[in-house]
Structures are given as structure tokens and as C-alpha cells.
């Protein structure tokens, strides 16, 4: 029989980086938009995992904290797992670790939520399958997520309205 639901553990997906000085600043530290890359590309794999679709694009990423830097040499592990599915997007949670080599132990350094959406060959976007939560971490973030949904359908609808009202020419 076809499948109708997907669990959380079936999309979870996992990425780990060694940070080289190219992806730093002068002080060592690992650039933000390198970080905003990995913690995109980690959440687009567990996307893709659930929805099984052409493709997924990213939507939108939340508010992002870098909450402790990340120096070259460090061993970073990105975790992401989707928290709902809603009718063509999925909210995708992503979690950024730093692991001490030596002990073993993880020191959070960012988190973010992010929006991909499953389209076609034609960038139209498809339904994607529901998704069960199993876990009661994965329920309350499954709760959770559809009231970020909200704050986000206020905001597109206000910058869509900003959209319109904005003409051509306005960044000359
Ligand atoms: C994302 C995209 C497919 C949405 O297309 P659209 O014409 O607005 O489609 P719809 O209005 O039907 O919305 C489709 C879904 O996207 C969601 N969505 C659209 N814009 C969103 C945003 N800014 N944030 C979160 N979700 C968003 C809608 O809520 C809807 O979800 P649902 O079907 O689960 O209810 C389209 O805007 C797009 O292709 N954007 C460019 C994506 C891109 O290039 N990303 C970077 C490279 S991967």
C-alpha cells in the first residue's frame, strides 16, 4: 500500500564540517553567511527527505542567532529535522553544534527555522505528505510550528503588500 505519512526520524538529517581559514575572519571566527549556507543545505536535505518532490526551495529562514562563535580548526555538526508539513512547505528546524574532539561534548553555537517548499519541474509548488510526530520533543515542536506558521502568513502578506506598492524605478 502507498505510503500516506512520514515520521520525523525518516527525513532527519545530519552534516559535519571541519572549519578551514578561508570560511573565517581575521580573528579566526567562522563568517555568519558560511554558517547561514551550511545550516541551508542540512535543512534543504531533510526537506528533500520528506517530501520526495522534483525539488525544494528555501522559502524563508527565521531570525537567526549566532549565539557563540565558531573558530577555525572546530568541528561542526549541524542537526535538522522537519517539524511539520503543511500543504506544499515544511518548517525545518536546524541545530548547530560545535564538538569538543577531545570529550566528545557539544556546545550549541546557532539554531534556525527554515521554510522550503516542494515543487515540480515548472517551480510550481506540490503537496508534500503529513508528517507524524512520535516523541514529545517532536510534538511540542510540531505544535510549535504552526504558530510560527501564523506570525509568518503576517508578515508575507505585509511584505507582499509593500511589494505592490513599490514601482519599478524605486531603488534609483
Ligand atoms: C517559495 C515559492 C515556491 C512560493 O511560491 P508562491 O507562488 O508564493 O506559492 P504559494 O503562495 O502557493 O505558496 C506555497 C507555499 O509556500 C509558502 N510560502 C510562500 N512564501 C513563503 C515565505 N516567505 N515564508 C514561508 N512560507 C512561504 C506558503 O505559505 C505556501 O505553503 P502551504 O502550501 O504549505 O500552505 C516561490 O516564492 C519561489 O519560488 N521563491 C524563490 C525560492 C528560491 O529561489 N529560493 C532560494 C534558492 S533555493
Redesign the pocket.
Known sequence: MAETTRTVRESQAERSEIIFPNDANALGNLFGGRLMQFI?LVG?VAAYRHARSV??????MDHLDFVAPVHVGDLLILRASVNR??????EVGVKAMVEDPKTGAWRHVSSAYL?Y?A?DGH???V??MPIVPETEHEKRRFEDAERR?QM??T??TR?RELRKALTQDWYL
Open positions: 541551508d534543504a525539488t525544494v526551495v528555501t522559502a524563508s508539513a503543511f500543504r506544499t512547505s515544511m521554510t517548499v515543487v517551480g510550481t509548488p503537496p508534500v506558521r509568518r502568513s508578515e508575507v511584505r
